[in-house]
């Protein structure tokens, strides 16, 4: 080991940093392999940017899915999401997701976490957007874990990989070292709060606002970066579009209305993208705008597709947090946002002539979501308008890995006992994101991880 003596050391079969979804899955995992394994979390509370999170998990073939009269499959699960990463992201991983996805549908079941509520969303040709009872998840794996002898340390950063020279053998949080005589699993997140990573990496982004787990400031990503460990996606990294600019630390407010039939338009009141496209490209355009924020546009029938309680589709509680405007008119809206006069009119009059013509519009959008679901214009008043910006909610760009979560390092060789898994990992979006697949990778990869642990 390559700091103090290993009897200055608590030893464990195995540790897992960082406690979000990831680290809980392999946590719970291991524990119930019958192995002696402690998690580390940096912060007070355990849950990062997981238990902030919408809750969407991206699953096929599902209970939900038959019931609702939705044909999916692993096939077509796969070709949305590598048509999505355009051909960036790495299918083997892909296809691990897809084969495994029944850790996260057990897990779900298992913490009674299910809801009735099934959508498209990006980057999916047909309803695979499954919203789950994230917080039952994350209680239930934490609640098993520590009943089958796990040790969770709350408060604990880890600084440090241990290494014995060829292989990782434990972690430092601070002057405290933890032996891991199996392996290491880093499941600490994005860098979503790192305003040096995100100057690094993706310095057009930089601007978007900081969001996700307080915690997520890159840490797994210094600390293999340190053995040599390979990055994969890290360019790609793209914020989301959809928060108000008042929203807090604690409730997220993200609203995708355009999915729901809205447009988007910046602060000169015209229109500039696709808005069915993914949040993650909605939020590269987004930040090119005045302002880097804009508007979603739609009218009382977009309204009444409300969801209360439904992340990204509640226009109640935006309503109740007072960021929802509304007006009798779209003159009155205009004059209300402050828009250059006619601006919103014309905008609106433009696009409901392409809807009316079915011919496509300025921007090629054929559909409410990805292409899927009918256009209608915007004539029903009142009218109603949500100022939203670029959040850096995740960072899906990260260590470079193998189907089992062991981390490569730049020349592709394996780092002996170190795993990783979460959004800390790279190489499974690409150039995009699918809804509900960060959720879902964490949950499978966590446990995939674990689960190699085990068996070496
Ligand atoms: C507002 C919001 C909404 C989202 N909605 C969805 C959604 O609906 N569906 C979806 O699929 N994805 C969604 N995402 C993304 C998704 O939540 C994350 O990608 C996923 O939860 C990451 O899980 P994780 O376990 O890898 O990381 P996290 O849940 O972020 O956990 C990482 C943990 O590691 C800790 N940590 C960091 N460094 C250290 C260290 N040095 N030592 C010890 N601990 C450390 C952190 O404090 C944190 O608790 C959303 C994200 C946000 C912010």
């Known amino acids: 080991m390559s700091a103090t003596s290993r009897d200055a050391v608590t030893t464990y079969d195995a540790v897992v940093v960082g406690g979000g979804l990831a680290g809980l899955a392999a946590v719970h995992r291991l524990a ?55 051909g960036y ?59 089958a002898g796990a040790t969770i340390r709350r408060g604990c950063a880890a600084e440090e990989l241990l290494t014995d020279g060829a ?22 997140g994005g860098f979503s709060r790192s305003r040096e990573l995100l100057d690094l990496f993706v310095p057009a982004q930089a601007a978007a606002m900081p969001y996700g787990g ?36 604690d409730e997220h407010e993200l609203l995708t ?22 949040y993650k490209q909605l939020g590269a355009a987004v930040l090119a705008q005045p302002g880097r924020m804009a508007f979603q546009i739609f009218d009382a029938t977009v309204r009444a597709r409300s969801r209360p309680g439904v992340p990204l589709s509640d226009m109640e509680r935006i309503t109740e947090l007072g960021h929802l405007v509304s007006a009798p008119s779209l003159e009155a809206l205009e004059a209300t946002l402050g828009l250059p006069e006619g601006s919103l009119r014309a905008t609106v009059a433009r696009y409901n002539g392409a809807v009316a013509a079915g011919t496509g519009d300025d921007f090629s959008r054929t559909g409410l979501v990805n292409g899927v679901g009918a256009l209608e214009p915007i004539t029903a008043a009142p009218f109603f308008a949500y100022a939203a910006v670029t959040a850096m909610t995740s960072t899906y760009g990260g260590l470079r890995v193998g189907v089992d979560g062991g981390v490569q390092r730049i020349d592709g060789s394996r780092i002996q006992g170190l795993y990783a898994a979460g959004e800390v990992v790279g190489g499974f979006h690409g150039a ?11 949950l499978v990869f966590g446990v995939e991880a674990a689960d190699a642990i085990a068996r070496s």
């Not at 499954?130 to 039952?136: A, E, K, P, Q, T």
């Not at 209305?257 to 993914?278: C, K, M, Q, W």
């Open 214 to 249: 307080v915690g997520n400031t890159g840490d797994g990503l210094h600390m293999a970066g340190m053995l040599g460990a390979g990055l994969a996606d890290i360019g790609q990294v793209s914020g989301t579009y959809g928060q108000h600019p008042d929203a807090t630390d």
């Open 89 to 147: 992201a790495d299918v083997s991983l892909l296809r691990t997701l897809v084969e495994r996805q029944e850790h996260a549908i057990t897990a779900i079941g298992r913490a009674d976490a299910w809801t009735d509520e099934l959508k498209v969303s990006a980057g999916m040709s047909v309803a695979r957007a499954h919203l789950v009872h994230i917080g039952r998840i994350l209680g239930t794996l934490r609640a098993e874990a520590v009943d």
């Open 167 to 188: 292989r990782v053998v434990g972690v430092r949080c601070g002057a405290v070292e933890l032996g891991a005589d199996a392996g290491v699993i880093l499941a600490s």
């Open 432 to 442: 995009s994101y699918m809804t509900g697949t960060a959720l879902t990778k964490a």
């Open 257 to 278: 209305a355009n999915y729901l039939g809205a447009i988007l338009v910046n602060a000169r009141g015209e229109r500039f993208a696709d808005e069915s496209a993914s």
């Open 32 to 86: 119930h392999a019958g192995l002696h394994v402690a998690l580390v979390e940096k912060r007070a509370r355990l849950g990062g940017s997981s238990a902030l999170s919408g809750g969407w998990f991206a699953l096929s073939g599902t209970e939900l899915q038959r019931r609702s009269g939705v044909t999916d499959s692993g096939a077509v699960f796969l070709d949305d999401m590598v048509r999505t990463g355009e």
